[in-house]
């Protein structure tokens, strides 16, 4: 469970650059619910990703994830918590070690230990076992270089990493934006696969309005920072895409000038 209340994160405070990313936020996530995260550039939908994995200061408020307030924790100490998936495929593993290297860090994730004892015999199965339920045959190239594998590779074998280690809350900020259709559909089912299996808390940015509906559980609409929608079950449901370009348009006040980005 993720539980935040009156969140504030404000950026270059008593600066002419002074920004409020996010304000006031109150969001209760219960274990294993699936949001999705949509907003116009700048809504603050990366702040809040980042706020709560600990990478961004907050200005106010508090984040729980169970029962623990790690508001005030580093991200290493919420690393044993939380995991990231970013949108560059580049971002969350090392190009230059290879791919079971690369496992034998994310496995490590949360605890106090060097890449000797993560690469045992033991281990090298265990990871030979995930990769190959991707069934991309990645299971073959564990010695592969990282940086030798296509954008869907990467973020396929990142999701594996990101669920290798047992974590409460994965969070996942566009991170099929980068893909081909094809590719993204796989990341996203595999996604939903693993999150299932693990039941993980999950929240998922995303710029696509189609994949806010059709994946996960409820969906969540920030605007200049605050939550502006916020629909699960029957209501969600019965939205579609045009229903969601709509109430961007009114917490926008304007006609939005593209939405191929919303509709992908
Ligand atoms: N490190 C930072 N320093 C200063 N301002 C920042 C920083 N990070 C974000 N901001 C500002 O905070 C606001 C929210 O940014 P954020 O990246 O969370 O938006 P977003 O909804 O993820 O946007 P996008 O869809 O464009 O990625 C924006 O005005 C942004 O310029």
Partial sequence: MIRIENLGVTFSRGTPLETK??????LTINSGEFVTVI??????????????????????????????????WSTARRAGLVARVFQDPLAGSCGN???????????????????????????????????S??????????????????????????LIMATLS??????????TAALDPGM???????????????????MMVTHSMRQALDVGTRTIMLHEGRIVLDVAGDMRSG?????????????????????SLLIE
């Fill in 21 to 26: 990313a996010l304000r006031g936020i109150d």
């Fill in 39 to 72: 907003g116009s550039n700048g809504a603050g939908k990366s702040t809040l990703l980042s706020a709560v994995a600990g990478d961004t200061p907050v200005t106010d408020g508090r984040i729980l994830i169970g029962e623990r307030d790690v508001t005030k």
């Fill in 97 to 131: 070690l290879s791919i079971e290297e690369n496992l034998a860090l994310a496995a490590a994730r949360g605890h106090r230990r060097g890449l000797g004892p993560a690469l045992s015999a033991a281990r090298r199965e265990i990871f030979h076992e995930r990769v």
């Fill in 133 to 158: 339920e991707l069934g991309l045959g990645l299971e073959n190239r564990l010695n592969d270089l990282m940086n030798l594998l296509s954008g869907g590779q990467r973020q396929s074998l990142a």
């Fill in 166 to 175: 047992p974590s409460e809350v994965i969070l996942l900020d566009e991170h």
């Fill in 184 to 202: 993204a559909e796989f990341v996203l089912d595999l996604t939903e696969r693993l999150v299932a299996e693990r039941k993980l808390t999950t």
């Fill in 239 to 259: 939205l579609t895409t045009d229903d969601l370009v709509a109430m961007f348009r009114k917490v926008r006040g304007q006609e939005l000038e593209d939405d």
